[in-house]
C-alpha cells in the first residue's frame, strides 16, 4: 500500500473550496499575502499508513493543511512523489520515478515571449509575492514559450511548425534553456498519450487546442491573408496556454512523455490525431459508448461531496457557454465599430479637403486624424476582448469538460468494483453448490476463482479509492488555479480598457483646441 | 401616446433672429402613425391677430408650407430652408414589438434594460424629429423676407387644420415630375449644358457646392453607421453583465466578489458607451445630416440661378434673331430686359444667401465639434473613474500594476 497522505477532512464541513477570504474589500489581495514562510523540506518516506475509506471517516493524523489561506502546492508536490511509488498500477510510464527534488512553488516573474507587437498576451506571469515566499534554495520555474510560426511544404500536405521554448531550473532537465520545433499534430499526440496514462485514475489533464479543418486548409491553400495570419496567431496562442498549463500540473510534469515533448530534437510523428483517421473515428465512437454507459450507470454514491461538485462544475459550464456566446458577440461588434470609424475617418478627411474654409476644413482634418486613432484603439480593444476574456472562457469551458471526464471515469471505476462485487457472491454461491454436489475438483476451481475474485474486488475498492482521492486534490488544485486565472485576467483585461479611456482623453484633449480655433 | 414639453433646442443650426417673431414647438404628441406638433408662436408684429398663440399642425403641413416657399417666384433667388424629414418610428416599433414577443433565455433583468434601451431610442427618434421641424420654422421666422411670407402667416395662425393631405397626393406626383426636371437642373450645374459661366464667385461655388454636397452625404451615412456600431456595443454589455452576475452569485470562492463587481462595472460602462452614442449622434451625425440637406437648397439655389441664366441667354438669342428678321423686336426686347433683371436680381441675393449659407455652415460645426469633444472628454474620464474604484490595484498607468494585488 503506497504511503500516502489523507486528503483533506471531509465530514467537518469545511471544503476544500476557497471561501471567501476576506471581505468584499480587498478584492484581489487575497490568497498569496497570507502565505506565511514556506515549510521546510519534506519527509516522504516517513509518512504514516493509514486506513483509508472512501467516507475518511477514519483516523486522520498530519493532515495536509489545505487551508483557506495556504497555498500549499509544497505539499502536493510532495504527495506526487510518493504516489509514483511502485506498487501503483502499470498506468504510468515503466521508467524508475524520476528522483524529483520536492519543491516549494515559486516562479520568477515570467519575461514576455513576444514575437511580434500583435501577439497575444502572455496570461501566466507569476507574481512577484511567489518568489518572496520562496523555500530556503529549492526553486520551481519553468515557463514555456510557443512562438514563430512557420510554414513547412507546399499544397495540402503543408503544415505549421512552432517554436517550443523552454525556460526552467528545474534539476529534471539537462540544459536551463532550449527549444524545438514541433507541429500541431504533435501537441495533440502530446495531449492524447497524457490523456490515457492519467486520465482514468482522475487527473485532470489539460485539453489540447482543437482542431480546425477549414482553419488549416486556408493556410495550407496559402491564402496570405489577414483571416490566415489571425487563425495562426490564435493557433500559437491556444497551443502556449496549453503546454503552460500542463507544465504546471506537478504530476504531469514529471512525465517522461512531457519531457521529451519539451527537450528532443526529434519527435515520432503522431498519426492517430487526425480527424478522419481510423483512430478518429474509434475515438468518437467510443465517446459515445461512453455517454451511453453514463447513463446507465447509477451509482451509489456515499459522499456528497462529489455530487456536490458534479453539480457545481455542470452550472459553471452552463454559465461560461453563456458569457462565452455574449463576449464573442462584442468582440465581433467591436470589430465593426473599428471598421466603421476608420471609414468615417476617410469620409471626414474628403469632406475637410472640400470645405473651402480654411479654419473648418483643418479642423475638419483633424477630425478624421483623431477618429483614425480611435479606431487602432477599437482594434486593440477587440484584440484584448478576444485574446484575455474570450479564449479565457473557452478554455476553461473545455477544461470543465475534462473535469467532467475525470468524475466519470470515477463512476466507471466504481461499476467495476461493484462488478468484481457481483461476480465474488456468484462464484461464492458456485462453490457452495460444488461443496454440495461434492466434486473436489471443480470445488478447487471454485476456491481459486473465490481468491482470485476477492483480489479483485480489494483492488476495484482500492482504485476507487485512489481515484476519489486523487480527484479531490486535483479539483482543489484546479479550482486554485482557476481563480487565480480569472483574477489574473481580470486585471489584464480591466488595464486593457483602462488604456483605451486614457487614450481617447488625450486624443480629444488634443482636438479641442483645433475645434474652438475654427473662426 | 408620448406627449412632452420641449424647448427650443436647435443644436444643429445657429439662428441668428432678432425677437420680434418667435416660433417653437412647446409640444408633441405621438399617435400611432402621426405626429402633432404644438405650434407656438409669440410675436408683436402687427400682421396677426394676438401676441401669443398656439396651433396644432401635423407633418403634411409642414411639407405644404416648404413647397409653397420652393414655388414662389419672389423667394428664387433664396435658399429655402430644407423641409423636416417624414417622422419614422417604424424600425424602433418594430425592435419594440419583437422584444415583446420575447426570447425566453433572457433573464428579467435583461429584458428589463433592454426593453429600457428601445424606449429610449424611440424617444430619442421622437425628440429629434421635434427638433427638426422646429428648426425649420425657426429658420423661415428668423430670415428677413421668408418670415413675412401669407403662407407662413397662415401656418402659424389659422386655427383650423389646413387640409392639405388630399393634396399631398397630387403633390408626391407633382414631386416626381419635378425631379425629373431636376435631373436637367444636374446637368446644367455640373456643366454639360454648355452654358458659359460668367461670375467667378458663382463658378467656384458651384465646383464647391457638388464636391462638398456628395462628401458630407457620405460622412453622414458613415457617422449613422460609427453611431449604430457603438449603441450595438452598448447593448451586448447586457447579457455580458447578466451572465458575470450568474457566475458571480454561483461561485463559492474569491471569484464572487470578482465576477459580481465585473458585473456591476459592465452595466455601467454600458451606460457610458451609450451615451457617447448618442452623442455621436447629436452632435456629429444630426449635423452632417442637416447640412448635407441645407446644402442641397443651396443647390437648387444654384439651379435656379443657371435656369434664368439659360433664360437670358435664350432671350438674347430671341431679340437678336428678331432683330434680324426685323419682327416682333419690342415684345423680344421687353422679354429679354426681364430675363436680365430676374437673373441679376437672382444673381445678387443669391449672393448673399451663399455667404451667409457659408457663416452659418462654419459657426455649426465649430458649436458641435466643440461640443462633441467636450462630451467625449467627459464621458471617457468619468468611464476612466467607474474602472478604477472596484479594482483598486489600477492605479496609474499600467505595467505599474501591484503585484501583491493579483
Keep these: ?519 | 401616446r408620448n406627449t412632452h414639453a420641449l424647448h427650443p433646442s436647435c443644436a444643429s443650426v445657429d439662428l441668428q433672429g432678432d425677437s420680434s417673431l418667435q416660433v417653437e414647438i412647446s409640444d408633441a404628441v405621438s399617435e400611432r402613425d402621426k405626429v402633432k406638433f404644438t405650434v407656438q408662436t409669440k410675436s408683436c408684429l402687427p400682421d396677426f391677430a394676438q401676441t401669443e398663440f398656439s396651433v396644432v399642425r401635423q407633418h403634411e403641413e409642414f411639407i405644404w408650407l416648404h413647397d409653397a416657399y420652393v414655388e414662389n417666384e419672389e423667394y428664387a433667388g433664396l435658399i429655402i430652408p430644407p423641409a423636416p424629414p417624414r417622422p419614422d418610428f417604424e424600425a424602433s416599433r418594430e425592435k419594440l414589438q419583437k422584444l415583446g414577443e420575447g426570447d425566453s433565455s433572457v433573464t428579467r433583468e435583461e429584458f428589463a434594460k433592454m426593453k429600457q434601451e428601445l424606449e429610449a431610442e424611440y424617444l430619442a427618434i421622437f425628440k429629434k424629429t421635434v427638433a427638426m421641424h422646429e428648426v425649420f420654422l425657426q429658420r423661415l421666422a428668423a430670415h428677413p423676407t421668408l418670415r413675412r411670407d401669407h403662407n407662413f402667416f397662415v401656418f402659424l395662425e389659422y386655427g383650423q387644420d389646413l387640409s392639405v393631405r388630399g393634396k399631398n397626393r397630387k403633390e408626391l406626383l407633382g414631386g416626381f415630375l419635378r425631379n425629373i426636371v431636376k435631373s436637367a437642373d444636374e446637368a446644367l450645374i455640373t456643366g454639360m449644358s454648355g452654358l458659359k459661366e460668367v461670375d467667378d464667385f458663382f463658378e467656384h461655388e458651384r465646383t464647391f457646392l457638388l464636391e462638398y454636397h456628395t462628401r458630407i452625404r457620405d460622412a453622414c451615412l458613415r457617422a449613422d453607421r460609427v453611431m449604430r456600431a457603438h449603441k450595438c456595443l452598448a447593448d451586448d454589455y447586457i447579457p455580458i453583465s447578466a451572465a458575470l452576475s450568474s457566475l458571480g452569485t454561483q461561485e463559492v470562492n474569491q471569484l464572487r466578489t470578482s465576477f459580481l463587481k465585473l458585473a456591476e462595472l459592465f452595466e455601467r460602462l454600458r451606460k457610458l458607451e451609450g451615451r457617447v452614442a448618442s452623442d455621436e449622434d447629436l452632435k456629429l451625425s444630426d449635423m452632417l445630416r442637416y447640412y448635407m440637406r441645407d446644402s442641397q437648397a443651396a443647390k437648387d439655389l444654384l439651379y435656379r440661378r443657371l435656369r434664368a441664366l439659360a433664360d437670358y441667354e435664350n432671350a438674347n438669342k430671341a431679340l437678336d434673331k428678331a432683330r434680324t428678321r426685323n419682327r416682333e423686336v419690342r415684345p423680344a426686347e421687353s422679354h429679354q430686359q426681364l430675363c436680365c433683371q430676374r437673373f441679376e436680381r437672382l444673381s445678387d441675393s443669391a449672393k448673399q444667401e451663399l455667404m451667409d449659407f457659408k457663416s452659418r455652415r462654419v459657426s455649426s460645426f465649430r458649436k458641435n465639434l466643440i461640443e462633441l469633444a467636450e462630451l467625449e472628454l467627459k464621458h471617457a474620464k468619468v468611464s476612466l473613474l467607474s474602472l478604477l474604484p472596484p479594482f483598486p490595484q489600477l492605479k496609474g498607468p499600467p505595467g505599474t500594476l501591484s503585484a501583491k494585488a493579483v
Excluded at chain 1, 15 to 32: A, I, R
Excluded at chain 1, 148 to 155: A, F, I, L, Q, S
Excluded at chain 1, 158 to 184: I, P
Excluded at chain 1, 329 to 356: I, P, Q, W, Y
Design chain 1, 1 to 519: 500500500m503506497a504511503a500516502e497522505r489523507e486528503p483533506p477532512p471531509l465530514g467537518d464541513g469545511k471544503p476544500t473550496d476557497f471561501e471567501d477570504l476576506e471581505d468584499g474589500e480587498d478584492l484581489f489581495t487575497s490568497t498569496v499575502s497570507t502565505l506565511e514562510s514556506s515549510p521546510s523540506s519534506p519527509e516522504p518516506a516517513s509518512l504514516p499508513a493509514e486506513d483509508i475509506s472512501a467516507n475518511s471517516n477514519g483516523p486522520k493524523p498530519t493532515e495536509v493543511v489545505l487551508d483557506d489561506d495556504r497555498e500549499d502546492l509544497f505539499a502536493e508536490a510532495t504527495e506526487e512523489v510518493s504516489l509514483d511509488s511502485p506498487e501503483r498500477e502499470p498506468i504510468l510510464s515503466s521508467e524508475p520515478s524520476p528522483a524529483v527534488t520536492p519543491v516549494t512553488p515559486t516562479t520568477l516573474i515570467a519575461p514576455r515571449i513576444e514575437s511580434k507587437s500583435m501577439s497575444a498576451p502572455v496570461i501566466f506571469d507569476r507574481s512577484r509575492e511567489e518568489i518572496e515566499e520562496a523555500a530556503n534554495g529549492d526553486i520551481f520555474d519553468i515557463e514555456i514559450g510557443v512562438s514563430d510560426p512557420e510554414k513547412v511544404g507546399d499544397g495540402m500536405n503543408a503544415y505549421m511548425a512552432y517554436r517550443v521554448t523552454t525556460k526552467t531550473s528545474l534539476s529534471m532537465f539537462s540544459k536551463s534553456e532550449f527549444s524545438v520545433k514541433r507541429r500541431f499534430s504533435d501537441f495533440l499526440g502530446l495531449h492524447s498519450k497524457l490523456a490515457s496514462k492519467y486520465l482514468h485514475v482522475g487527473y485532470i489533464v489539460p485539453p489540447a487546442p482543437e482542431k480546425s479543418i477549414v482553419g488549416m486548409t486556408k493556410v495550407k491553400v496559402g491564402k496570405e491573408d489577414s483571416s490566415s495570419t489571425e487563425f495562426v496567431e490564435k493557433r500559437r496562442a491556444a497551443l502556449e496556454r496549453y503546454l503552460q498549463r500542463t507544465v504546471k500540473h506537478p504530476t504531469l510534469l514529471q512525465d517522461p512523455d512531457l519531457r521529451q515533448f519539451l527537450e528532443s530534437s526529434e519527435l515520432p510523428r503522431a498519426v492517430n490525431t487526425q480527424a478522419l483517421s481510423g483512430a478518429g473515428i474509434l475515438r468518437m465512437v467510443n465517446k459515445a459508448a461512453d455517454a451511453v454507459n453514463k447513463m446507465t450507470i447509477k451509482m451509489n454514491e456515499s459522499d456528497a461531496w462529489f455530487e456536490e461538485k458534479q453539480q457545481q462544475f455542470e452550472n459553471l459550464d452552463q454559465q461560461l457557454r453563456k458569457l462565452h456566446v455574449s463576449v464573442e458577440a462584442l468582440v465581433c461588434h467591436r470589430k465593426e465599430l473599428s471598421a466603421n470609424t476608420a471609414a468615417f475617418a476617410k469620409s471626414a478627411a474628403m469632406l475637410g479637403n472640400s470645405e473651402d474654409h480654411t479654419a473648418l476644413s483643418r479642423a475638419l482634418s483633424q477630425l478624421a486624424e483623431v477618429e483614425e486613432k480611435i479606431d487602432q484603439l477599437h482594434q486593440e480593444q477587440a484584440f484584448a476582448d478576444f485574446y484575455m476574456f474570450s479564449e479565457l472562457l473557452s478554455d476553461y469551458i473545455r477544461l470543465i469538460a475534462a473535469v467532467k471526464g475525470v468524475f466519470d471515469h470515477r463512476m466507471k471505476c466504481w461499476q467495476k468494483w461493484e462488478d468484481a462485487q457481483i461476480t465474488l457472491l456468484k462464484k461464492r454461491e458456485a462453490e457452495a453448490k460444488m461443496m454440495v454436489a461434492n466434486k473436489p475438483d471443480k470445488l478447487q476451481q471454485a476456491k481459486n476463482e473465490i481468491r482470485e475474485w476477492e483480489a479483485k474486488v480489494q483492488q476495484g475498492e482500492r482504485d476507487f479509492e485512489q481515484i476519489s482521492k486523487t480527484i479531490r486534490k486535483e479539483v482543489g488544485r484546479f479550482e486554485k488555479e482557476r481563480v487565480k486565472d480569472f483574477k489574473t485576467v481580470i486585471i489584464k483585461y480591466l488595464e486593457s480598457l483602462v488604456q483605451t479611456q486614457q487614450q481617447l482623453i488625450k486624443y480629444w484633449e488634443a482636438f479641442l483646441p483645433e475645434a474652438k480655433a475654427i473662426a
